[in-house]
């Protein structure tokens, strides 16, 4: 491998310890020759970085949410950035997005963007006009000049081209390889559902605890954190076969899965972010050899069309939840099976390429 010796800054506004899919693309890159640094933010209760093959840095802000809070990351990101020798700066998704772009005019760099979702679609923003009208204008500043853009499927892509008039290669959210079991175990005493990722708005985990809570022979498994987290431990405190995980390193977070037996990737219909999503679970559970149940929205059929792995749900409704989970166990091993050859073809292994062709053509 070549050393090429150029500084990478990818930056996020999470505190880092849960963001798969910026760990793969920084190692990757490492991998590759660069000189990678992430940073992301001190949370009170961020977890400690493990060594990796790139570095972090981790900013502290004063504001800890709303617009405040991404006023005043961005101008310490700013002057962070102003203040590093850099060759490119990645922005990821647009709270970074005004920080990392002029930071990239004033140093001459290059620059590229990665839009993990369409984040002015968020259902944090529905019923906002003025927020979604103030990230619209971002989007529409900041995304020009020799940017080059990359998402996270066909869907995400087609959308912020129409939006922006900008091209979007798509680099897929897919988990490293790792080896499945042989085996398929099918006789189960209790159901193992899994949900994994943040605890927020309209990822149907209300209706999950009211629909599994009842049910003797099932055990929701949740594993996260975020905005929701008070109210669902509310919720779930006249149910025993609840529980809650809390955040778990990224590394041991595919030993865990695959001790569960059906994942779970629940979104409202409210929100254009979702519909369009690929969310980095469902793969993950694949990759654990557990079907899904998921929802029928556009990238889910494309692999549900290929592989047949999931059931997918139209809504959040309790009695089409535990329908599905039925479903699931009436076909068990032929889902599971299904699982174990969808991951030889949906892993990070096969957009490496992509990724490399995207910096290494700066």
């Known amino acids: 491998m070549a050393i090429n010796h150029k500084r990478i800054i990818c930056t996020v506004t999470n505190d880092l310890s849960q963001d798969q899919r910026m ?70 998704d647009l709270d970074t997005l005004p920080a990392g772009r002029l930071a990239s005019w004033i140093k001459k760099s290059h620059f590229t963007f990665d839009a993990h979702e369409l984040f002015t679609e968020v259902p944090e923003l529905n019923g906002k006009p003025i927020r979604k009208l103030v990230w619209k204008s971002v989007e529409r500043l900041f995304i020009r000049g020799s940017a080059r853009c990359y998402t996270v499927n066909e869907s995400v892509a ?17 988990p490293l390889s790792k ?81 569960f037996h059906i994942g779970l990737n629940l979104l409202s219909d409210d929100s254009a972010n979702y519909y369009y999503s690929s969310a980095n679970k469902f793969f993950d559970f694949i990759m654990a050899g557990l079907p899904v149940i998921s929802m029928n929205y556009p990238e889910y059929q494309k692999v549900n069309e290929q592989f047949e792995l999931a059931v997918l749900m139209d809504d959040l409704k309790e009695s089409s939840i535990l329908s599905a989970i039925e479903a699931i166990l009436k076909n068990y091993e032929r889902y599971a099976t299904n699982c174990h050859q969808a991951a030889a073809v949906y892993n990070w292994e096969s957009q490496e390429g992509t990724l490399k062709s995207i910096y290494d053509s700066l």
């Not at 020759?33 to 004063?62: A, M």
């Open 179 to 259: 080896k499945l079991e042989e085996s398929i175990t099918t006789n189960f005493t209790t159901i193992e559902l899994v949900y994994q990722g943040m605890l927020n708005k309209g990822r149907g985990l209300e209706e999950l605890i009211a629909a599994v809570g009842s049910q003797a022979n099932m055990r929701l498994n949740i594993i996260g954190r975020g905005d929701l987290e008070q109210k669902l431990h509310d919720l779930s405190k006249p149910h025993s076969n609840i529980i809650f995980h809390g955040f778990i390193e990224s590394q041991d977070l595919h030993r865990l899965t695959k001790q």
């Open 158 to 174: 087609s959308e912020l081209k129409r939006r922006t008039k900008w091209d979007f290669a798509v680099v897929q959210n897919y």
């Open 23 to 92: 760990y793969r693309i920084c190692n990757s890159l490492s991998q590759y020759g660069y000189q990678v640094t992430l940073v992301g933010r001190e949370l009170p209760n961020s977890l400690p970085l493990k060594g990796d093959s790139f570095s972090t840095r981790r900013l502290s802000c004063y504001f800890s949410k709303g617009f405040l809070f991404y006023l005043e990351f961005n101008v310490r990101l700013f002057f962070f950035l102003c203040s590093q020798k850099v060759d490119i700066m990645n922005s990821v």
